[in-house]
């Protein structure tokens, strides 16, 4: 079977540090993705991990590691604008597989 | 330009209905997608087309048909709607094994009521 698991739900204060994680089990493994998505509109991308390791992009900041099925996007001083669902993918030798998401609250 | 556009934006329809879903991308991507957001937020990938052949289909009830008439389309058709069937549907493009993901048109939120 395939699975990706990342939390629910996450709430963050604007200007901090935040870790939403992604674990993954799936037949096979062609890259990670993360994609944000605002309410009402469709998913951006955001970045993508192939080989293990820590990839920056400014605020956002993914990583990856393969034997163990785990990812996880960090994102840096917070602002309110970040409040989003944020979706782990798998690329999946054909498809592109989604978790469930998770929607982060930003408060002031 | 739009890169990748699907209409309408909005349906609303009454259970039994038949109705179809445009999409199209101007990306010269070689692969399009279908997918289902449900109220939970999951995106659920349905139907996934290369080059205009069906590649997947994620055992998506046959009321559901998808057709592509080249690679830049794919259209999905729904017969007999159920009130199941209210989501959101967007379609999607990617070049294989492409490091940019998936491109998403603006989703179609359907309503079956």
């Known amino acids: 079977g395939q699975n990706i698991d990342q939390p629910t739900e996450m709430t963050a204060t604007e200007g901090a540090i935040v870790q939403i994680n992604c674990t993954y089990q799936t037949s096979g493994f062609n890259g990670l993705f993360w994609y944000q998505q605002h309410a009402g509109e469709a998913p951006t991308f955001l970045s993508y991990?192939?080989?293990?390791g820590l990839e920056e992009k400014g605020r956002f900041s993914s990583f990856l590691s393969r034997s163990k099925g785990y990812s996880y996007l960090l994102l840096k001083e917070l602002q309110m604008k970040d409040s989003a669902s944020y979706l782990c993918?798998?690329?999946?030798?054909?498809?592109?597989?989604f978790g469930t998401g998770t929607r982060l609250q930003v408060f002031p | 330009d739009t890169a990748v556009s699907q209409t309408p934006k909005y349906l609303v329809t009454q259970m039994g209905n038949d109705k179809s879903i445009k999409c199209e991308q101007n990306l010269g991507h070689d692969t399009m997608y279908w997918y289902k957001q449900d109220s939970k937020k999951f995106l659920k990938i349905m139907f996934s087309?290369?080059?205009?052949?069906?590649?997947i289909n994620e055992t998506v009830p046959n009321r559901f048909s998808p057709k592509s008439p080249d690679k830049a389309h794919l259209n999905l058709h729904i017969n007999s709607l159920e009130l199941g069937d209210s989501a959101v549907y967007f379609c999607?493009?990617?070049?294989?094994?492409?490091?940019?993901?998936?491109?998403f048109g603006q989703g179609t939120r359907l309503t079956v009521v």
């Open positions: 087309y290369n080059n205009k052949e069906l590649i």
């Open positions: 999607a493009s990617s070049q294989d094994r492409s490091t940019s993901g998936a491109f």
């Open positions: 991990n192939v080989l293990d």
């Open positions: 993918a798998v690329y999946n030798t054909d498809k592109l597989i």
